[in-house]
């Protein structure tokens, strides 16, 4: 067939497409392997059963001895810190973006001067500009890693956000650490002592240059419903029958920030502060008397999930070295099939109009 070249100003359609595909099929039915093989790849798929004559031939053993100088990472590509012309989407401001998760062993600081190492999950990120395609992920690990050998405390975090706000050119940063802190803690008769785990998170926040520090406990207790404990004593007095009230395990998570000015909150001192406010922790060794005594400390302590934040709040007001602060309670009922809830804040940083879709579905103390 003939093909006629077209001005290469012109637009080509799709019957001068076609056309030219036929000629290039037709080229081949005569052309030679090393001829084929010469082709841009990209032309060469075209042809019919001729795909594989020109994949490159790639050496398929694992260089272990390739050391990558600075020279040959100058070429590595970098899509992440690519130009603008690559966003996707909306050019929007990103107020979140990092990693979640990360884990690495911590040193942290007791109230009784010893130190204990525990294993950390570490959430990390920044705020992006609108023209900035993305971050390098890793820096952020790397930045927290430089600093995760001291023994920890608010400081060394400061000293982790400070760099990588600083590797990734960003105005907004974040770090949040999680951890499962133990504290010996005595019966309430018998004398034995027994390691309750604590759910910690420490977080620090930098907005418009302004930083707060904030620690997350969560708080596991009992609960008696009071009005149970009084249809109970009802049944009792009024027509001799035993009955028990329902109570089940509770949990509060409480969200403090930290007064700068102010002398150090420990984690026990949090602990305490919670403990004071409701009473009826969980225990972790009991004996018979010990059960006998959480049954009439709960008698002694009834109480509904607005007590439980009003009651935290009190404790929380009175500490000097506590700013705004946030508690959400779950009692998850024995009695029905649904949990009872309670969400009291104080100040601006966790006002909200809106509650996350499974906010309270997260208070669940694993064991």
């Given at each position: 067939?003939?093909f006629?070249?077209?001005d ?10 076609e ?7 037709a080229?081949a039915?005569g052309?030679?392997d090393?001829?084929i ?5 990209a032309?060469?798929?075209?042809i019919p059963?001729q795909?594989g004559?020109?994949?490159p031939?790639?050496s398929?053993d ?5 050391k990558?100088g600075?020279?040959?990472r ?10 603008s ?15 979640s ?5 911590v040193?942290?600081h ?10 950390t999950?570490v ?6 500009d ?8 890793s820096?952020i ?6 600093h995760?050998?001291r023994?920890?405390?608010?400081e060394?975090i400061?000293a ?7 590797d990734?050119?960003s105005?907004?940063?974040?770090i949040?650490?999680r ?6 803690v ?7 002592e ?5 759910d910690?998170a ?15 406990l ?11 404990l009084?249809?109970s ?5 009024m027509?001799?029958?035993?009955a028990t009230?329902h109570?089940?395990r ?6 403090v920030?930290?007064d700068?000015?102010a002398?150090c ?7 305490a502060?919670?403990r004071?406010a409701v ?5 972790v060794m009991?004996?018979?008397e ?7 400390l ?5 109480i509904?999930?607005e007590?439980?934040?009003r ?5 929380l007001?009175?500490d ?6 946030r ?6 009922e ?10 009291l ?11 996350e ?10 064991g």
């Amino acid at each position: 067939m003939n093909f006629q070249p077209r001005d290469l100003d012109e637009a080509p359609n799709r019957k001068a497409a076609e056309a030219a595909l036929e000629v290039l099929r037709a080229w081949a039915t005569g052309a030679t392997d090393a001829e084929i093989a010469a082709l841009d790849p990209a032309v060469a798929r075209l042809i019919p059963g001729q795909t594989g004559l020109n994949y490159p031939a790639l050496s398929r053993d694992y260089p272990a001895d390739f050391k990558a100088g600075d020279a040959y990472r100058a070429t590595l590509p970098d899509l992440q810190n690519g130009p603008s012309s690559l966003i996707r989407g909306a050019r929007q401001l990103i107020q979140h973006v990092g990693i979640s998760n990360f884990r690495l062993p911590v040193r942290f600081h007791s109230k009784g001067g010893s130190d204990l190492t525990l294993e950390t999950s570490v959430t990390g990120t920044v705020s992006l500009d609108a023209e900035k395609k993305g971050i390098n992920m890793s820096r952020i690990m790397r930045s927290f890693y430089k600093h995760a050998e001291r023994s920890f405390s608010f400081e060394t975090i400061e000293a982790a956000l400070d760099d990588y706000k600083t590797d990734l050119d960003s105005f907004d940063a974040r770090i949040q650490m999680r951890f499962s802190y133990p504290v010996k803690v005595q019966s309430l008769r018998s004398g034995l002592e027994g390691y309750q785990y604590y759910d910690f998170a420490l977080e620090l926040i930098e907005v418009a240059g302004a930083r707060k520090k904030i620690m997350h406990l969560d708080y596991v207790y009992s609960s008696t419903c009071p009005c149970s404990l009084e249809l109970s004593e009802h049944a009792r007095v009024m027509r001799g029958q035993m009955a028990t009230p329902h109570s089940q395990r509770s949990v509060a998570r409480v969200s403090v920030v930290l007064d700068p000015d102010a002398s150090c909150l420990w984690f026990e001192d949090l602990i305490a502060l919670c403990r004071e406010a409701v009473p009826t922790e969980t225990q972790v060794m009991v004996k018979r008397e010990d059960e006998q005594a959480f049954a009439e400390l709960n008698a002694a302590n009834p109480i509904f999930v607005e007590d439980a934040v009003r009651l935290f709040c009190a404790e929380l007001r009175a500490d000097h070295r506590i700013g705004n602060f946030r508690v959400v309670a779950s009692h998850q009922e024995s009695l029905h099939s649904h949990d009872a809830v309670s969400v009291l804040t104080d100040g601006d940083t966790f006002a909200s109009d809106s509650l996350e879709p499974r906010l309270f579905s997260t208070l669940i103390h694993a064991g």
